[in-house]
């Protein structure tokens, strides 16, 4: 059937769209086979198979869905050729499934020259990268888009991160998939803290589609408040971003994995996972958390905000990061054996005030608009152009809470933990009940008499997710849209999104739909 013409309905399947018989690879003489390609996937049957109207199954079947990209090109001395490159999940024996590298080629010699070979090739290739497009969901308005091809992206990479494999693991795995995928990489290695902060704060970005951040969660942090501090962050938190594991932690790219619904892997898998997603090019919103401190600082956070004995592993553990991940669990057994105890006063406002309803964070009130941390919000109508959103849920750090927040009795805590997505690592899964856009701060908390043996516990279980099954009475969590915290001294570490703070008084509120990531789902 020539190219571009629709064939019947596969029995009891989907539309075939096109169909044709090709060589079942590049070089002249190689066999024929019958391609028919559905909304869904590529059929291949050999020649012993059946064609468009049989009944017998196809020899091989290419999911769109697994498909990054699709390419036509001449082929000596007359024919042309097509392939496509998919990433199915393949499960080996033991352990979680990966996805695999698979490409097709297909020769073409329909034609009686070259060129009308080359039309055909560059028909299929065509419809091909069309179907493999993801879908976008439709019920949610704008909250999902596609990234255009070919797409040009910023890739911001830090080669310290982690064990130091960063611009190794990219050299490898990321830049071939983006190469398959149309996808044209500008890279940008970070030198000093605070590079990539700069880069982004003061570049021109409207040359490229997508920023990709290949580190840790701690690149991203200063990605996110570099874009906040430019004059016109309300048009550049729309272009999406995208995190690759490169670091030793990697929680939010846990977490996308994990909303994707893909089962839970770490290192090579996790980034192929990640590469995958940022091929497909589907992006929709995330929230984020603004943190204002009693010093004067505004800070925007997209993981989460920590005081106590999970700041301490983390900061600790930094003289082990060549260990990669590894560093965790050897931070947790050191801060185990000289567990401290922190006092301070806890506050929040519970996303549910009325008692006995389930946790629904969706849709708070807009915030108007307020240029700095603490003041009282500006009245309706009086918004500055560029202005950053207020806190419209916080009164100045210096007044008490608002009546009706929820004042924590208890004023002595082994840990605090305010978290917005589902990982706090790649192997500790905080949060279950967590989305990129569920408008809820999770918040944890530890009171003080907790044995080592039961916090040992919680931290093992953490990993399935399952630690508020143990029904530890030191252990609270409660969804809330803003927090406040005061320390009683300065002794103890507090981090954002990983990286250490001054310990000080501090308050944050859930600012919804703020910036856009990549996701699978």
Known sequence: MAAGRRAPPE???????????????????AASCSLSLTPL???????????GGGSAGPDAVFRLADCVGSAAFPAAPTAACFS???YPLRGPRWGSPCRQRLERTFRVCLAPDQEGNLRIAQAWSRRIRELSVPAVPSQDGDSYGVLPRPCRALVLLNPQSGAGRALEDFRAVVQPMLAEADIAATVFITERPHHAHEKVRDEDLSQWDTLVVMAG???????????????DWEDTMKKPLCILPGGSGNALAASINHYAGNDHVVKKKLLLNCTFMLCKGLHTQMDLVSLST???????????????????????????RGLGSARFTLGTLQCLAKLRVYQGRLSYLPACPEQGNPPSCQDPPAPTTNGKAGHVPAPAGTEAAGALPADSLLVPLGQPVPAHWTVVPEEEFVTVYAIYQSHLGTNLLMAPAAGLR???????????????????????AMSRGTHLDLNCPHLR??????????????????TVDGEALACEPVQGQIHTRLCRVLCGS
């Open 11 to 29: 029995p009891g399947g989907e539309p075939v769209l096109l169909q044709g018989v090709f060589g079942a690879g590049p070089t002249p003489g």
């Open 41 to 51: 996937e590529l059929q291949v049957r050999g020649p012993g198979g059946s064609c």
């Open 84 to 86: 496509l490159v998919c």
């Open 217 to 231: 969660d701690g690149l991203l942090y200063e990605v996110v408040n570099g874009l906040m501090e430019r004059p």
């Open 294 to 320: 009693a010093s004067g600082k505004r800070l925007f956070s997209f993981l989460g905000f920590g005081w106590g004995f999970i700041s301490d592993v983390d900061i600790d553990s930094e003289k082990y």
């Open 438 to 460: 569920d408008g809820c701060i999770h918040l944890f908390y530890m009171k003080a008499g907790v044995s080592r043996l039961m916090l040992l516990k919680i931290f093992l």
């Open 477 to 494: 969590y409660v969804p809330v849209r803003a927090f406040r915290l005061e320390p009683r001294s300065a002794a103890g570490i507090m």
